[in-house]
């Protein structure tokens, strides 16, 4: 999970992990401004504290219901803005990196995300153009991109089809 601060006029990311080589690597690489190893479930932010927080691909590796109670959370730690992108539907995902956390225990549709005062779009193209861990289903990757592409401008209207969703609440346009 990834947020900003509105503590500061410069942007300030936080990155949110349980799986400290991952954590690591984020520091390492200067990718946030800080890290804080913690259950997602169990955020320790505290109310309005971020402009706007960031989930990508976290919420299908807990249980629904864990789910549920973090989009709650991101939705009390941020002041503007709550964006989660993740697989349309349950998607098969097994540990890998060594890590445990990488398991997919729940699938989500755009229609609980759009109850939840989400606006929903889809992303990565058809659904059935990915693999495990996003790759490419067909066998010839320059075609695989092709497709995916040109599926692109149908399942940005109809998450439905879509192999990942984008979600914005409280968007400001």
């Not at 990565?124 to 695989?144: H, M, T, V």
């Amino acid at each position: 999970m990834l947020t900003i601060s509105q503590e500061r006029k410069q942007s300030y990311f936080v990155n949110a992990d349980a799986f400290l080589p991952y954590l690591k690597f984020s520091k390492s690489s200067q990718y946030h401004d800080d890290c804080i190893q913690c259950d997602i479930r169990y955020l320790p932010i505290k109310r309005k504290a971020f402009e706007v927080s960031v989930c990508f691909h976290v919420l299908e590796h807990i249980a629904k219901e864990d789910g549920l109670k973090v989009i709650e959370q991101m939705d009390m730690i941020s002041s503007n803005q709550v964006i989660i992108a993740m697989p349309v539907g349950f998607q098969e995902l097994h540990e890998y990196d060594g890590n445990p956390y990488q398991t997919h225990k729940s699938g989500w549709t755009p229609k609980e995300l759009e109850a939840k005062g989400f606006k929903v779009r889809g992303s990565c193209g058809l659904r059935k153009l990915r693999g495990e861990r996003a790759s490419p289903a067909l066998k010839f990757k320059s075609i695989n991109f092709l497709m995916t592409y040109i599926s692109q401008l149908i399942t940005f209207f109809s998450p439905n089809m879509a192999w990942e969703m984008v979600c914005v609440k409280r968007e400001r346009m």
